[in-house]
Structures are given as structure tokens and as C-alpha cells.
């Protein structure tokens, strides 16, 4: 829903973060980015946008 929301792609390092089942309410202002960030904290991931592209990767650790 995020990518339709805010029209980017979310791409995730590996399967076990694919299919976490992760939930949340956020107003319709609040950018992805702060979106991003908070449930990147409360979860334990890492995230970055890909250079020059409408497109993030998720990750636990390291990126690959």
C-alpha cells in the first residue's frame, strides 16, 4: 500500500522482511520518508533510496 500511496517502489533484501507483516496508521501528509523511518525503528530494519531512482531498499544490516 505504501507504493501505491506515495507511487515508489519498495524493494526488501530478503525474504523473512518481505513477509513481515508490518502495520500502522499514518496521516496522509506524513512523508515517506519519516514513514519510512519510523518503521525502520520500531522494527529493526535499515532503509535508503536508490540513487537517482523513486525507488527504496529495505534491509536488516548491511545492504546487498
Known amino acids: 500500500k ?3 500511496r506515495y507511487n515508489v517502489r519498495i524493494r526488501f533484501s530478503g525474504e523473512h522482511i518481505a513477509h513481515a507483516l ?4 499514518f496521516d496522509g501528509n506524513v ?3 519519516d514513514v ?3 518503521l525502520c ?3 529493526g530494519f ?3 533510496q536508490e540513487p537517482g ?3 527504496y531498499l529495505v534491509y ?3 545492504p546487498k
Request: hydrophobic share 30%; aromatic share 8%; net charge neutral.
Open 36 to 38: 519510512l523511518e519510523m
Open 41 to 43: 525503528d520500531i522494527y
Open 22 to 25: 508490518l502495520t500502522a496508521r
Open 53 to 55: 531512482k523513486n525507488e
Open 60 to 62: 536488516d544490516g548491511q
Open 2 to 4: 505504501l507504493e501505491r
Open 46 to 48: 535499515n532503509y535508503r
Open 31 to 33: 512523508p515517506l520518508k
